[in-house]
């Protein structure tokens, strides 16, 4: 059994034929998905995907890019839909420094309002981070999520270490195929116990779907691949990051 532990499902590529995505992911043996949300419409709709599917799981979050066009009651907005069954994280939430489409201090305030909101409800934030390291980690030694994680991880062996020092998780998606990249580092660097798989569907497919559009179905590539990162059996690679992400997401078992 696998886990795809970060899909944007409600993308119109996906959501067209999201029968056959789910059929294609199930057969393949990724049994669990989680449906992340990146605005309060995301959200709903990754909602009401988890809904429909007995296999999908839903986050609710705004993304750094989205920060400055929340709402003075967004985080009233997420409580709200936090508490649906089916949602199990609040997120995507974080900094991104790279493309700044959002001013870096309302990025940092907006980000900070999720993690104690994530806090508040016994819930994991999905943390996103890119060109962000240094002001990521002094705000994850400020407001330290209960659990969280940083998913698509990209950054080097030290920001790993220092990210799991907070008690802090992180995952990896098809960039771990792209060839020689941080991605080697940390994995031979840190415990198989660490971390979690994901797509970030539809972006990011792997080696040999690269170009294509990504699917919760490519991630037996993915656990492939840091199986022979790491040296050690893919079967291994799947049982230990989806009993991760089932502890994490307290997902069914």
Do not use: W
């Not at 994901?198 to 840091?226: M, W």
């Amino acid at each position: 059994m696998l886990i795809d532990t970060h899909a944007h499902l409600y993308y119109p590529d996906l959501k067209s034929q999201l029968d056959d995505v789910i059929f294609r992911a199930g057969g393949v043996g990724v049994e669990q998905i989680i449906c992340v949300g990146t605005d309060l419409d995301s959200s709903k709709k990754s909602i009401a995907i988890a809904e429909k599917y007995p296999t999908v799981f839903a986050t609710v979050g705004v993304h750094p890019h989205d920060a400055k066009d929340v709402s003075a009651d967004f985080i009233e907005e997420l409580r709200k839909l936090a508490a649906h069954e089916k949602v199990v994280a609040i997120g995507e939430m974080g900094l991104d420094f790279f493309r700044n489409l959002s001013p870096p201090d309302v990025q940092s305030v907006v980000f900070c309002q999720q993690l104690e909101l994530a806090n508040e409800l016994d819930l994991p934030a999905v943390i996103h981070n890119r060109d962000a390291d240094e002001a990521l980690l002094a705000i994850l030694k400020e407001v330290t999520p209960k659990r969280g994680v940083v998913h698509c991880f990209s950054s080097g062996v030290e920001t790993a270490r220092s990210i799991l020092d907070l008690g802090v998780i992180i995952s990896f998606t098809g960039t771990v195929t792209f060839g020689k990249n941080h991605n080697e580092s940390v994995l031979k660097a840190i415990d198989l116990k660490d971390f979690m798989l994901e797509t970030d569907c539809p972006f990011l497919a792997p080696i040999p779907n690269r170009g294509k559009l990504n699917e919760p179905a490519n991630i037996p590539h993915i656990a492939q691949q840091i199986a022979e990162i790491i040296g050690v059996s893919v079967e291994e690679v799947a049982e230990k990051t989806t009993r991760t992400a089932q502890q994490f997401f307290r997902l069914p078992r």
